[in-house]
């Protein structure tokens, strides 16, 4: 009989081992970005960007999550980078354990900088930490340009913001500048690369952005 | 999208603080922000759906939703807003702090 006062972070469990996951890549020396957007906008093909530009100079690993398929890890492996795929079943984010069981099966040397692709969705992952430096989130400009309001806490809490598919532009309705001020009014300190995976546009721009991040050189 | 997984992870609390007899639980108190991404009738669809497997069957969620409040470092006041935005609506600063909204907690269990 009575009342039991408890506040606990529900999401507590999750938060511990992110906590474990910065701590273990700070050590490594490891520069770790979680890729968040909807389904579609172009995670993947800025993956593979990435990749064609760093591999050369950067030791860099990815984890794919995706609801199903390893299509994305096939993707990323055709490219030679070693990458880990997760298989969700259903889930709609990744949660720091899965990225800590995952890493662990990462077979590579030397690593300078991890890219985590989240699953598709502008909402749930927002609210798991993962043990990433920082969350890159990433809208198209086939989606409008209200995604930051209608999706706020993604946008509060990334410190990169990417307006990918610029070579579109022209074809829909939606004005970069627009998403750049709905993303400012909500987060005031993004950073904000324009890209096109298509024409290759802002890519070096972003490269440039991931080197100078990285912890080891 | 996610609220099975809150609600598992709300049991899983539960059972670190009730350790005996579970369905003397009756309620389970929540305070969840307007901005923590969590739909409350589907949080208390997904609880009802498995707690019984858990014996909480006596249990309900009561859920305390927190509003959005900006707290405004020029002019020093605290509004609430139904949208997030990082300047003031007040004097439109964007010298600001969200002091409340993004809450996820189990703050009280109630048991019979
Ligand atoms: N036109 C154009 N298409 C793109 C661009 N980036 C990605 N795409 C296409 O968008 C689709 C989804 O891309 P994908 O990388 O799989 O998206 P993900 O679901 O976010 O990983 C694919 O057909 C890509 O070829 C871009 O910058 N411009
Ligand atoms: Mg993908
Ligand atoms: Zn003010």
Redesign the interface.
Known sequence: MGVLTVERKILQKNDVIAAENRAMFLQLGLFTINLLSSPGSGKTSLVEKTIEVLKEKVNMAVIEGDVQTDLDARRIEKLGVPVIQIVTNGGCHLEANLVHESFKNLIADHLQFLIIENVGNLVCPASYDLGEDCKVVLVSTTEGDDKPLKYPAMFIKAKVMIINKIDLVPYVNCKPDVIEQNALSINPDLKIFRTSCTTGEGIQEWCGWINSNLRVR | ??EL??AQ??I??VDQ??AEDKSSVTKIR?KIGK???VVVDSLIFCFDAIKSDSNLQNAELVVDEVPIAIKCNTCNSIEEVS?????CPNCNG?DTV?ISG?E?????????
């Open positions: 999208m996610h997984s809150i992870e709300i899983g609390i603080y009730v929540l901005l923590s991404n949208n997030f935005a990082a300047y964007t969200m993004s996820l907690n189990v703050t009280e269990i109630e048991i019979d």
